[in-house]
């Protein structure tokens, strides 16, 4: 597509739910991100993908936050046992191999009672 | 942990006045980023510096990466309205494809 599109834009859950997260990169980018950004704060990375395979996952914050690329194009987040301080912004941003210039979707907007 | 502090955090100004904000680290990054959002979206990416000294102008906005990359300023000359938003800088680390951001500079220009 001719952006990064990210559904839904808008997640509201309940605590302890489980919730999916998408994104459609732009075709042909083969380097995703993710990102989480809580209100006042910048994107705070998640994981970076480079084709289908997880090159960095260090920025999880634990395991209940997963995140697949099964055939190296669209990307799912998955979170299990939703808490209020998942609430936030998830960003998804990709780019082209080496991927110096990323570019965003709009975001998720998660929002756990 | 590598981190990137900006300043100021939030930045109130009227129109037709200059600013600076600024991106520091105590980490030397490959590149260095600037981007701008609005609320409700994500970054748009403004500018890539990969050189220690580099300047680069787009507009009315300056972009200078420091001597030893760890650090950048972003100079706006004349702020209009148009420019209101939350301006984020980014690095990447030597030797690998994660960029971490900073906390961002909110900016308001008051016509």
């Known amino acids: 597509g001719a952006g990064v599109s990210q559904t839904p834009s808008n997640k509201v859950t309940e605590k302890g739910k489980y919730v999916e997260l998408r994104c459609d990169p732009i075709s042909g980018h083969t380097a995703l991100y993710w990102y989480r950004q809580s209100l006042g704060q910048g994107p705070e990375f998640l994981i970076y993908f480079q084709g289908t395979g997880a090159a960095d996952d260090s920025g999880l914050p634990n395991d209940r936050f997963f995140a697949v690329r099964p055939e190296g194009s669209v990307s799912t987040l998955k979170i299990q046992r939703t808490e209020r301080g998942d609430s936030a912004v998830y960003l998804c941003a990709t780019g082209s191999s080496g991927a110096n210039v990323l570019t965003f979707g709009a975001g998720s907007r998660l929002t756990v009672l | ?111």
């Open chain 2, 1 to 111: 942990t590598q981190l990137l502090e900006q300043s100021p955090q939030f930045l109130s100004i009227q129109e037709g006045e200059n600013l600076t904000v600024y991106c520091n680290s105590s980490s030397v990054f490959s590149s260095l980023q600037w981007y701008r959002q609005e609320p409700g979206e994500g970054p748009v990416l403004l500018v890539t510096v990969v050189t220690g000294g580099e300047v680069k102008k787009l507009k009315r906005l300056t972009f200078q990466f420091g001597d030893a990359r760890k650090d950048s300023s972003l100079h706006i000359t004349a702020a209009q309205p148009g420019d209101t938003g939350l301006y984020l800088c980014a690095g990447r680390n030597t030797g690998g494809f994660k960029t971490i951001f900073g906390a961002g500079t909110r900016l308001f220009v008051k016509a």
